[in-house]
């Protein structure tokens, strides 16, 4: 096993239909435990690059390699398998279910994911028992743990979100701008969490924003316009 966590040679990536690539990254690696920031523009690329890394949409050419598998010798399965187990993704507008408590929310995240239920079972601990020492760890209170998701304030749900792509200590965590809709303050002190978070439990973390004012946050920072030498089609940053 290698110290790379994502390593990306020669990737280009076109929309269907698309006239250019929307990505071309000639080299560009995240090793193990790192905690990145990538920043970019609206429309640049940031969700794109993450769902190509996650194995949701293939490269066009060149390869994507997470925890030293190749996406592109995998079959979708395969891929959905990897990103069960080895990705917890915290997307934009959280996708919960309203309905759902929170502490379901976040148990849900490994009921396809049995490497992640392992990883529970070795610390000696329930799947329920995991998701509520996380919940706790992110500042939700018992009765707040028990309500569903549709009745949280945005900041709550932003932290079941954040709990439930760390329960069972995937290798890699991805958030996909999560902080857009917090204030400062609680946007810091969210931040400084899914830090702790992932130290505690040896994840890698990969965060995009189009927030320049985030980077004082994270010991590493790229610009994806220095990444990416695809034409650039993003919107002047807002
Ligand atoms: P960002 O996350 O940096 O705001 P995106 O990765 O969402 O940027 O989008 C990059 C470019 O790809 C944009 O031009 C956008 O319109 C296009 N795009 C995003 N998703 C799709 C899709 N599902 N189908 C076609 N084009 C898309
Ligand atoms: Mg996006």
Known sequence: MSDCCVAIHGLTFAWPGAQQPVLAIPQWSVNKGERVLVRGASGSGKSTLLSLIAGIHSASSGYIKVLDHDLSTLSQRQRDRLRANEIGYIFQQFNLLPYLSAQQN????????????????????????????????????????????????????????????????????????????????????????????????????????????????????????????????????V
């Open 106 to 237: 976040v148990e849900l995240a490994v009921q396809f994911a049995p490497a992640r239920r392992q990883r529970i079972a070795q610390r000696g601990q329930t799947v329920a028992e995991a998701a509520t020492t996380l919940l706790n760890h992110l500042g939700l209170t018992d009765a707040q743990q028990q309500q569903s998701a549709q009745t949280l304030s945005v900041g709550q749900q932003q932290r079941v979100a954040a709990a439930r792509a760390l329960l069972g200590a995937p290798a890699l965590i991805i958030a996909d701008e999560p902080t857009s809709a917090l204030d400062e303050s609680h946007r810091n002190e969210f931040i400084n969490l899914l830090f702790q978070e992932c130290a505690e439990q040896g994840s890698t973390l990969l965060f995009v924003t189009h927030d320049a004012t985030l980077a004082t946050q994270f010991p590493q920072v790229v610009e994806l316009s220095e990444l990416n030498t695809a034409p650039q089609q993003g919107e002047a940053d």
